[in-house]
């Protein structure tokens, strides 16, 4: 097997270059983020290990550029923050896992196992109702030639309308399924951010998509 390691720090590099080799691999680096996108984009790698904070574009974007290329990889993030929003960030850009430094290097080997025994990721299907198209991938969200921006809640929640589009979706099912969090009955958490999503894919085109089923929750309908 075959993997590419991204690490702009000379001993660091090396460390981990000798370590997987020595474990079997076969490993190519590079220091920088030009380097991996276009080394990702033009050879077969069964593993990427990817260091965050390279000379840019840095490994967030490196993660973004491959996917949008449809670049299907697995990618391990290292990262010397251990922040939760960097964390988010590095699986929202594509990562399939996450490992702070400093770390024990047998743990990572465990990962980089783990990993490759995956089946090969699929680019997940873009979802098309009428001319609302949201693509998961690449986390974006058009009306017909209309970009339309998002906020990380806004875009979960849109997709989950969108994947059960026809459905009705009580409060509860969203917020367990968007947040995360059990429904406590009191809550308006998800009638604030359908307010937020009518405001931004239904109302600036003259739109009723997302509708509430009173007293049962909310529904995308692909007729209206």
Same mark, same amino acid.
């Given at each position: 097997?075959?993997?590419?390691?991204?690490?702009?720090?000379?001993?660091?590099?090396?460390?981990?270059?000798?370590?997987?080799?020595? +474990?079997?691999? @076969?490993?190519?680096?590079? #220091?920088?983020?030009?380097?991996?996108?276009?080394?990702?984009?033009?050879s077969d790698y069964d593993l990427v290990v990817l260091d965050a904070m390279i000379p840019g574009p840095d490994g967030?974007?490196?993660?973004?550029?491959? =996917?949008?290329?449809?670049?299907?990889?697995?990618?391990?993030?290292?990262? +010397? =923050?251990?922040?939760?929003?960097?964390?988010?960030?590095?699986?929202? @850009?594509?990562?399939?896992?996450?490992?702070?430094?400093?770390?024990?290097?047998?743990?990572?080997? +465990?990962?980089?196992? @783990?990993?490759?025994?995956?089946?090969?990721?699929?680019?997940? +299907?873009?979802?098309?109702?009428?001319?609302?198209?949201?693509?998961? @991938?690449?986390?974006?969200?058009?009306?017909?030639?209309?970009?339309?921006?998002?906020?990380?809640?806004?875009?979960?929640?849109?997709?989950?309308?969108?994947?059960?589009?026809?459905?009705?979706?009580?409060?509860?099912?969203?917020?367990?399924?968007v947040w995360d969090f059990a429904y406590d009955g009191g809550s308006n958490v998800v009638d604030v951010y359908v307010?937020?999503?009518?405001?931004?894919?239904?109302?600036?085109? #003259?739109?009723?998509?997302?509708?509430?089923?009173?007293?049962?929750?909310?529904?995308? #309908?692909?007729?209206?």
């Amino acid at each position: 097997m075959r993997l590419l390691v991204v690490e702009d720090d000379p001993a660091m590099s090396s460390m981990l270059c000798r370590g997987l080799r020595r +474990a079997g691999y @076969a490993v190519d680096s590079v #220091d920088n983020g030009t380097d991996a996108v276009w080394t990702i984009s033009e050879s077969d790698y069964d593993l990427v290990v990817l260091d965050a904070m390279i000379p840019g574009p840095d490994g967030f974007e490196v993660c973004r550029r491959i =996917r949008a290329n449809e670049r299907w990889v697995p990618v391990l993030m290292l990262t +010397a =923050r251990d922040g939760t929003t960097d964390k988010i960030r590095g699986l929202d @850009a594509g990562a399939d896992d996450y490992l702070t430094k400093p770390f024990a290097f047998d743990e990572l080997l +465990a990962r980089v196992r @783990a990993l490759v025994r995956r089946e090969p990721r699929q680019r997940p +299907a873009v979802l098309r109702v009428s001319d609302l198209v949201l693509d998961p @991938a690449e986390r974006k969200v058009r009306r017909g030639d209309t970009p339309i921006a998002l906020s990380a809640k806004e875009f979960a929640l849109l997709h989950e309308l969108m994947r059960r589009a026809g459905e009705t979706l009580s409060r509860g099912y969203l917020i367990e399924h968007v947040w995360d969090f059990a429904y406590d009955g009191g809550s308006n958490v998800v009638d604030v951010y359908v307010r937020y999503l009518r405001g931004k894919v239904d109302r600036p085109f #003259d739109r009723d998509t997302i509708r509430t089923v009173r007293g049962a929750g909310y529904r995308l #309908d692909p007729e209206a």
